[in-house]
């Protein structure tokens, strides 16, 4: 049986392109993960936000609800909340 042989050449090509493959793909799954991550911080920080809204209804408080005050939330947590409540506060004075 005569198998093909296969040169030291194009072993090391093979070997270069699957290297290559790998390293393009991990450079675009970290964008993808990022933008997974964002979207995710912005449902948490949309889903906080009407909560204060609910709440806040009893007592006269309220935040708009935009893509903008969800994504601080979600990106800040906590820390974004009580800014956007210090904002509000400054602006609407």
């Known amino acids: 049986m005569n198998l093909m042989p296969l040169e030291l050449g194009t072993v090391l090509a093979y070997i270069a392109g699957i290297v290559m493959l790998f390293i393009l793909g991990r450079l675009f799954l970290v964008p993808v993960k990022f933008l997974w991550k964002l979207i995710y911080n912005a449902v948490i920080g949309g ?23 969800s994504l601080i939330v979600g990106m800040l947590g906590i820390p974004g909340i009580i800014l956007l409540v210090i904002l509000k506060y400054i602006f609407n004075s």
Do not use: E
Request: hydrophobic share 65%; aromatic share 18%.
């Open 47 to 69: 889903v906080v936000l009407l909560v204060l809204n609910f709440i806040g209804k009893f007592i006269g408080f309220s935040i708009p609800f935009n893509i903008v005050t």
